[in-house]
């Protein structure tokens, strides 16, 4: 069973940064794949970002490929993501997933094991 809570999010001007952060706790946090997923309102829940349980693997959706970087420290069982040049279409509640350790190709793929309550970001223009 793993527990995922996330933390960061909140109000930024356009062009801003926020780092967002997603603790895990329970066994063997080591072993899954962690993702960010976004979801506006009214709309589906997005994937954004991907790191392989190692941490050397990362996969980005085009959208906001350049500005954004995930990154993990299993010692403390925490996933990062840093937002660079945020734009008002970043404006959603973002969640941390976590996936048993998965070929690359499932990574954009629902579902996932375990989900975050999700931290609101919100940009504005």
């Known amino acids: 069973q793993v527990q995922l809570v996330e933390s960061g999010g909140g109000l930024v001007q356009a062009g801003g940064s926020l780092r967002l952060s997603c603790a895990a706790s329970?066994?063997?946090?080591?072993?899954?794949?962690m993702a960010w997923f976004r979801q506006a309102p009214g709309k589906e829940r997005d994937y954004v970002a991907a790191i392989s349980w190692t941490g050397t693997i990362t996969d980005y959706a085009d959208s906001i490929k350049g500005r954004f970087t995930i990154s993990r420290d299993n010692a403390k069982n925490t996933v990062f993501l840093q937002m660079n040049s945020l734009k008002p279409e970043d404006t959603a509640v973002y969640f941390c997933?976590?996936?048993?350790?998965?070929?690359?190709?499932?990574?954009?793929?629902?579902?996932?094991?375990?989900w975050g309550q999700g931290t609101q970001v919100a940009v504005s223009a």
């Open positions: 329970g066994r063997f946090f080591s072993i899954y794949d």
């Open positions: 997933g976590a996936k048993r350790s998965t070929n690359r190709s499932r990574w954009r793929v629902l579902p996932y094991d375990y």
